[in-house]
């Protein structure tokens, strides 16, 4: 058994004195590891570090074998996206995301998503709405989407504010107003086609919104926890948020 395919590493660990099994998603295999004989050695190492994009030859005898991975750098992201708290929680919360789905399913419009917003997390600024979307995108190939295209009510495409936490579908505030309590907050930005940009405010009604889907069909039915690296990205979020209010205030 053998394919060729490029990749974005997901992670590493150790296998034995100097090897690794290394975790990719590929563009047309999906989540996806293998065994890279040497891949702790100084040669292999930056390579293999996560948010690289990467050309993979792999080899098996068996498909259902873990094989033999051979890795060679396309893309070297990995240093720069170190230099930010908020594009390595991002990019390791994207990867815990990515593990909700069956192992070396295709996924292809998934990769092209992850590689857009690994070229775009050292934008904090922009990372927030991107790891945003992407959680939508996760819970719309599990099977679990959400429909922000109209409301549920009245088929309106117009003033959707609200998601009805029943059916995972948009309200209009009109129609959601005797509900308003118990609806969750639907972000302008996330309604197709509004061209609007996220700020600190509306970022975390999105991440209230998809977080509580995902405990609700994913976490809570599979007995999982949500990822720390999720909390973590949040947090390193609100610290960039809070100096940047901070910055403009003594310009103020």
């Given amino acids: 058994m053998e394919w060729r ?45 996560p948010g690289n994009r990467v050309d993979l030859l792999w080899r098996a005898r068996l498909d259902e074998h873990l094989g033999i991975f051979q890795a060679e750098a396309i893309e070297m992201n990995a240093a720069r996206l170190m230099d930010s708290a908020v594009a390595v929680y991002g990019l390791q919360t994207m990867a815990a995301h990515l593990r909700l789905l069956p192992e070396r399913d295709a996924h292809g419009g998934l990769y092209e998503a992850l590689a857009v917003m690994i070229s775009h997390l050292g934008d904090a600024d922009a990372a927030g709405e991107l790891v945003a979307r992407f959680e939508l995108l996760i819970l719309d190939e599990l099977g679990f989407g959400l429909d922000l295209s109209q409301c549920a009510a009245t088929g309106t495409r117009q003033d959707l504010a609200y998601v009805s936490p029943k059916s995972g579908r948009a309200v209009s505030r009109e129609a959601g107003a005797a509900w308003h309590d118990k609806m969750l907050a639907l972000p302008a930005f996330l309604q197709r086609g509004s061209g609007l940009r996220a700020d600190a405010a509306s970022l975390e009604d999105a991440f209230r919104l998809s977080g509580f889907f995902f405990t609700r069909h994913v976490y809570e039915p599979r007995g999982l926890e949500p990822p720390d690296a999720r909390a973590g990205f949040l947090a390193a979020l609100r610290r960039h948020h809070a100096a940047v209010k901070a910055i403009a205030g003594e310009a103020g």
């Fill in 5 to 49: 395919d490029e990749g974005i590493v997901l992670g590493t660990r150790k296998h034995g004195e100097t090897s690794a099994i290394l975790e990719v998603m590929t563009r047309a295999h999906g989540r996806h590891l293998g065994l890279v004989r040497g891949g702790r050695s100084r040669r292999q190492q930056p390579v293999l570090q």
